[in-house]
């Protein structure tokens, strides 16, 4: 049952001894959104504690800091930012149906929880929590602060992308009067790199072709070349989006093999070329901007396969001679 | 003569025919203020030029869109973002000593023009050029909106950068009403990157060394590199924040070979060490988390001084054998 902010800060007011259920591969928001939940409730009296079948990850440590578990036999389950309960991992899957609460942004809701706050037109989930407190006439500390903070400009990629609000810049103006630590927490965020990441990206950009007038770039990570230069698998995350970092790029390609000659395809767009048609093609999906698809074959196979769908795309006669 | 809003609200709406300065090499701030503040003239029925020394730069077409220069007798002369008459460049030189009026944000504005608005808190001159049209009452419209955001963004690095005002956000905000393509400018701003800017960042990548339990990054570019590389100058700009990228890393610098044996260093602190205090060992100096100072002699002469400087300030103990 969807249920609007008053009547979420109601419940909130009116229950006690809260588990507020993260997703599992914690991002920034629903580890803002949990701990800042987290922190508001306990201020206010109540016992809670944040969690997730990962492991905090370290680069959110400003949020967990002085944190410690309380003692108690949980009664309420609130889930922020998860939503579809699959995604709250193998350790927290014991909670799936007992969801009294969630609070979330994704329009793509499956709507398992017993009561829904659910704004799809927010940023962040943590924009939608910033709502409740106010409902609540709660007032922010610093760290409460910089976790919603953290949640809002990690999702909208620190203010850069379309699904950037303008309650998103209103909210973090007020949460700015708390003293946030901007620069280190945007630096830790967007900036620093880790050795293992700095090396896959190097590869990406040396392993970068150019075709069709140099409007769609691709690049491809083979079995063998993982093999060889021990690049990391988990430092592939969103690395799709540097296919289109080279100006006049406007569909850029990342192929990724899987299993031997089994390749992941994932494709962007900088213009107003649709790659989800285009992977639709080969059988896959994705939105507009971003869709990806699977190939089987030899690489040069699945790179010509790709070009002579994505070439009639971007206008270009018959590539194939 | 320091005025304030009002004072310059004033003179704005009592003048007419307009020359706007804007600064040589001109970035977001001073285009987006030179622009906004010419359509926002001309939209109130005054004639206003925009004047640079420089061609204005293809990233902000969307700017000068449909801007034509308009022809008049200048009567009053506008400088915005310029800090000092210096910085009008070659051409715009002859109007440095008649500027009746400069809007500007730079704590360190020379006071060169008969009236000042300068308020050095702000994060960009594009703010507080907003500040004088909300004092005027004047109504921005989507292009207004989009030079005055651009110059925002640009100036605060997308609202991640310390200088990041409560204000930026507010007026972002309100802003945004006037339909603003935040993703497309902002990837224009921030993602998109030249041929010859993407194999720059790889070089300093792989030339990156680390020192000092790799808390020191350090990447030196020498004259016989440029030549053997085709590397181009222009495209150095801003790439010392590339050497603190790396996490743990807490003192990064990159060296830059100007003339024979003549290097360049640029330091840059990602931690409480103050490179200055550094550089001013070199007779550099700079800001605390930026510096720079000069040094001749071997490219291993130079490491090993710079070195023998940053170790100390590190806590390392003398750390040369």
Redesign the interface.
């Known amino acids: 049952m969807q249920i609007n902010l008053k009547e979420t800060a109601e419940f909130l007011k009116s229950h006690d001894n809260y588990y507020i259920l993260t997703h599992q591969s914690p991002d920034g928001d629903t580890m803002g959104s949990g701990f800042g939940l987290c922190y508001a409730l306990r201020k206010s009296g109540k016992k809670a504690n944040v969690l997730c079948s990962d492991e905090f990850p370290k680069r959110y440590h400003f949020m967990y800091e002085g944190y410690e578990p309380q003692k108690f036999s949980p009664e309420t389950i609130v889930a922020v930012d998860v939503a579809d309960r699959k995604l709250l991992g193998s350790k927290l899957a014991q909670y799936g149906d007992y969801v009294d609460l969630c609070i979330d942004h994704h329009v793509s809701n499956e709507d398992y929880a017993e009561k829904l706050l659910v704004y799809p037109d927010a940023s962040a989930t943590c924009e939608v929590l910033y709502r409740v407190l106010c409902e609540m006439d709660f007032e922010p500390d610093k760290q409460i602060a910089e976790c919603l903070y953290t949640g809002i400009?990690t999702d909208t990629g620190?203010?850069?992308?379309?699904n950037?609000t303008?309650?998103a810049?209103?909210i973090?103006?007020?949460l700015?009067?708390y003293g946030i630590n901007?620069?280190q927490i945007?630096?830790e965020m967007?900036?620093?790199?880790?050795?293992a990441r700095?090396k896959v990206?190097?590869y990406i950009?040396?392993a970068m072709e150019y075709y069709l007038d140099d409007k769609c770039a691709m690049a491809a990570v083979t079995l063998d070349t993982i093999k060889k230069t021990g690049l990391a698998q988990e430092e592939f995350e969103g690395i799709a989006?540097m296919s289109?970092?080279?100006?006049g790029v406007q569909v850029g390609v990342i192929i990724k093999e899987k299993d031997e000659g089994k390749f992941k395809v994932s494709m962007r767009s900088?213009s107003d070329i649709d790659v989800s048609a285009i992977c639709a093609k080969f059988g896959g999906g994705g939105h507009v901007k971003a869709a990806g698809c699977s190939l089987e074959g030899s690489l040069d196979d699945v790179k010509l396969r790709l070009l002579s769908g994505i070439a009639p795309a971007m206008g270009f006669d018959l590539w194939l001679a």
């Open positions: 400009a620190c203010f850069k992308y379309a950037t303008q309650l810049h209103t973090t103006a007020k700015m009067e901007i620069e945007n630096r967007f900036d620093i790199k880790s050795k700095l990206e190097q950009n040396s989006g289109v970092q080279l100006e900088a």
